[in-house]
């Protein structure tokens, strides 16, 4: 994870929702912790710590532009587990949402990628490989 | 120079030789004497280089205290387990995942080649697939670092790396003194389909079926109706294949005998160096299918022996079912080495008038030049890479054993390893045959799928984008580089077709080679083409450059650019191409 001195888990909240104000097209990595990285075209990966309702307003904003925060506390923290992606992951696919797996051609790698494309940004996920979510993606024709 | 040790049946190497010496090939002739597991018990610090996973999983179960190294493992799990080893390090691990093993050592401060004695066990793999892996060569290139190391193979093997001869590498030979020889029947036959169908009927015995082709064993699985009596042991990928495409659910990736059935089919992962210790003896059957995939080619002096070692409780019977293709020219090793001392040649004199161009215009011209002689497939990193001269005449040697059922007969016997009983199988052309069926995801699928996401990045691109397209230049660096160069458009105008896309890309170059760099685009080693076109298809190329030449294009002008033979496409007159010739 970069190490940003002296920039909060406030001030990433801050910055990320100036972005959203001036609609921003926001580019999402999920990573363990948990944590997610917000980049866009003009500004570099800088990390923001989530927790559920954090992670709800960000998608929320991915999917319809709305920046509104009322509720969203980006200092508290809470236990969403070890597993917390594939759950995010199998929440958006459940609701239909476009899901695009980069495919393995020849080799397999030890990571899948899979990219979530919304109207105002993307959530990109790199999941260790292993057959259960090989399977689960298979099985929803991904 | 040549040391050789007598072996008595039931005696393992740890008892004729406690500790392999440095600087050594030992030639072991059998497998199951315990190479790996003398090293494993050696009182010193290893590092033991193994082909394929299977190996390390198998050997993982039988001693504790060893580090398994792979694909999954990470650089940080290898240096906990190397803080908590009390003892002597014992690491096992694969070429692709040596690189974590030097890493580790940096962060610790160990010094790697002195205090690791490096172990390269199944040292034919490294010629077998010097072609598609690099890493396997990058690993013997450290190899030689280390102050102590030797490599161990059951077969024999031929090393062309001049570092063998200048840092002494002495040969140790194990002579059995009791019966070690296999007994085997090769079936030469024009039906592999039948004669398989035909063994499964009549057998009574377990089955194994050694057959490198995941199309062709789901298939035969498909048309022998054979789905509830059988498993498969596979590549990972292969498991993905089976389970995800063609709906079988007995295909596994990691070995274990309660998964296996009455018939149980493994790939090429599973030929060498795993133990596969059963509670009974199976009927093994070897088979090569040259008319499928070269996959399924299997080297009697290698492939065969490594097959029948794997059973550690013995065997009822071995079976090698084979085809052969008259068209498959016969080049012996003196020929093949001939030919590459030409081309090398070739490549030495260009690479003169590189060095010593004057201007930049000339230095431009002989580096393209250099990159069409077929000598410059064996450079790597600047230097020669001895591995992959070692890999190409080892597969043309096998190649051209399968052009006449008699030099399969003839490898049989020479060799010292096989009692040999040659059966000759014909059935009649009509005879129900075999239809492989194919993935239904194609590579063409996958890359419109690929072509879509990268279509969704918008540029500028953000830093996310960009791990996104180096993620994908990864799994697919061809298609990344189309879609950069020729845009989402152009590619599926030429209907993702391969040969299309890289003609476009080529005409895109501009680097003076286009004409030879198109004509090695369109034609390919190993196959057949009618005269007919031949002349048509480089008529259209020349024609894309305005080039007329003064004589009228004959199908023989194939033979500038390719080593050819003549043959019949189609009762119409063509050409075999052999190999490059530019």
Not at chain 2, 563 to 575: H, S
């Amino acid at each position: 994870m970069r190490n940003l001195p002296n920039f909060t888990n406030s001030d990433a909240h801050i910055f990320i929702k100036e972005l959203m104000q001036s609609k921003e097209h926001l580019d999402i990595t999920m990573k363990d912790n948990p944590y997610i990285e917000v980049c866009t075209e003009r500004v570099a990966n800088f990390p923001y710590f989530i927790n559920n309702v954090s992670l709800e307003w960000i998608i929320n904003y991915l999917k319809t532009g709305r920046h509104d925060d009322f509720g969203v506390n980006p200092n508290k923290r809470d236990i969403l587990g070890t597993d917390y992606q594939t759950k995010v992951l199998k929440d958006l696919v459940d609701k239909g949402y476009p899901v695009s797996r980069v495919p393995f051609i020849r080799e397999y790698m030890p990571h899948i990628t899979i990219i979530v494309f919304f109207l105002f940004g993307k959530l990109v996920f790199r999941l260790k490989r292993n057959l259960q979510i090989m399977d689960y993606l298979n099985s929803k024709g991904i | 120079m040549k040391t050789q040790y007598k072996i008595n049946k039931g005696q393992y190497l740890c008892d004729i030789l406690p500790l392999i010496p440095s600087n050594t090939i030992l030639y072991k002739k059998i497998t199951g004497i315990g190479a790996t597991t003398a090293e494993i018990k050696a009182e010193r610090h290893s590092i033991i280089v193994v082909p394929n996973k299977p190996v390390i999983d198998s050997k993982c179960k039988k001693h504790k205290n060893i580090i398994g190294i792979y694909e999954g493992i990470s650089t940080n799990e290898v240096i906990k387990r190397l803080i908590a080893d009390t003892s002597f390090h014992k690491i096992m691990v694969t070429p692709e995942s040596y690189h974590k093993v030097k890493k580790a050592c940096q962060k610790l401060n160990i010094s790697l080649y002195s205090t690791f004695f490096m172990l390269c066990d199944e040292a034919h793999q490294y010629i077998d697939d010097a072609d598609f892996r690099p890493e396997m060569t990058e690993t013997m290139n450290d190899f030689f670092l280390f102050e102590n190391k030797a490599l161990v193979s059951a077969t024999p093997i031929e090393f062309s790396d001049p570092r063998f001869v200048s840092q002494g590498f002495v040969k140790i030979e194990i002579l059995p003194t009791y019966n070690y020889r296999y007994n085997i029947t090769a079936i030469h036959t024009n039906s592999i389909y039948m004669e398989i169908k035909n063994i499964l009927h009549t057998s009574t015995n377990e089955i194994c079926i050694f057959l490198n082709s995941v199309d062709m064993i789901h298939s035969l699985i498909e048309k022998l109706d054979i789905g509830n009596d059988c498993a498969v042991f596979c590549s990972e990928k292969g498991v993905r294949k089976f389970i995800g495409e063609y709906n079988f659910p007995n295909a596994y990736h990691s070995w274990c005998e309660d998964k296996m059935k009455k018939i149980t089919f493994f790939t090429s992962r599973f030929y060498n160096a795993f133990d596969l210790e059963l509670s009974y003896q199976p009927d093994v059957l070897l088979i090569t299918d040259v008319f499928a995939t070269h996959y399924t080619w299997l080297d009697v002096n290698t492939d065969c022996i490594q097959i029948l070692g794997r059973f550690r409780n013995g065997i009822n019977s071995a079976d090698h079912i084979f085809n052969t293709n008259r068209k498959i020219p016969n080049k012996d090793r003196d020929r093949i080495k001939w030919e590459l001392s030409a081309h090398r040649h070739c490549y030495e004199v260009m690479s003169t008038y590189y060095e010593n161009a004057a201007t930049k215009e000339a230095r431009f011209a002989f580096a393209e030049a250099l990159k069409s002689i077929p000598f410059s497939d064996y450079i790597s990193n600047g230097e020669i890479n001895y591995f992959k001269i070692d890999n190409k005449i080892h597969n043309i040697c096998v190649q051209s054993t399968y052009g006449d059922y008699n030099i399969i007969e003839s490898n049989y016997l020479k060799s010292d390893l096989f009692v040999l009983s040659f059966k000759n199988r014909i059935y009649p052309s009509d005879i129900d045959k075999l239809v492989i069926s194919h993935s239904k995801f194609t590579i063409r699928v996958k890359r419109a799928k690929i072509v879509n996401i990268l279509a969704q990045l918008k540029e500028p691109y953000s830093e996310t984008d960009i791990r996104i397209i180096t993620d994908i230049r990864a799994i697919d660096p061809f298609i990344v580089e189309a879609y950069m160069t020729l845009g989402k458009t152009v590619i599926e105008q030429l209907k993702y077709s391969e040969k299309k896309i890289k003609e476009a890309l080529i005409m895109n170059k501009r680097n003076g080679m286009e004409v030879i760099d198109l004509i090695k685009n369109s034609f390919k080693i190993g196959c057949r083409y009618s005269n007919k076109f031949i002349v048509q298809e480089l008529n259209r190329i020349y024609s894309k450059f305005d080039i007329y030449l003064s004589k009228k294009i004959r199908a023989n002008a194939i033979s500038q650019f390719f080593e050819v033979i003549p043959c019949k496409v189609k009762k119409e007159r063509g050409y075999y191409l052999i190999q490059d010739l530019v």
